[in-house]
């Protein structure tokens, strides 16, 4: 049963991530590398500072990410991943322009 189990899971593993392969697949595991990027970006400014906090970069990285995702949601026509970066890439870009309004706010009046 143990060997039948490991040699299912060889077969779907290959079957997904070999025989599968193409620029599209390429395409959506980079994606998903930038978007995880912003939470070591995250975790690394925290540890430096000694708390919690949240860097412009992880706005940046989950922006790039979530974008690159939503391309790749729509290209597959994943309506998961459409809705849920759809939605999500709106928020981060938000998020930028509060941030970057905070920041001429405080230039001009400092």
């Known amino acids: 049963m143990l060997i039948q189990f490991g040699q ?4 779907y593993l290959y079957d997904v991530f070999v025989a599968k ?3 599209w697949l390429a395409f959506g595991l980079v994606a998903q590398l930038f978007f995880t990027a912003r939470f070591l970006v995250q975790w690394i400014s925290s540890e430096r500072a ?3 906090i949240v860097p412009m970069a ?6 790039g990410g979530g974008a690159m995702t939503l391309i790749y949601g729509i290209a597959k026509r994943e309506p ?3 809705l849920g970066q759809g939605l999500a890439t709106i928020i981060y870009i938000r ?3 509060l941030i970057l ?5 405080s230039k001009n009046g400092a």
């Open 50 to 52: 000694g708390k919690s």
């Open 95 to 97: 998020n930028i322009m």
């Open 21 to 23: 392969f193409d620029f």
């Open 80 to 82: 998961v991943i459409i």
């Open 58 to 63: 992880f706005w940046f990285f989950s922006m």
């Open 8 to 11: 299912d899971l060889g077969d």
């Open 101 to 105: 309004k905070d920041k001429r706010s």
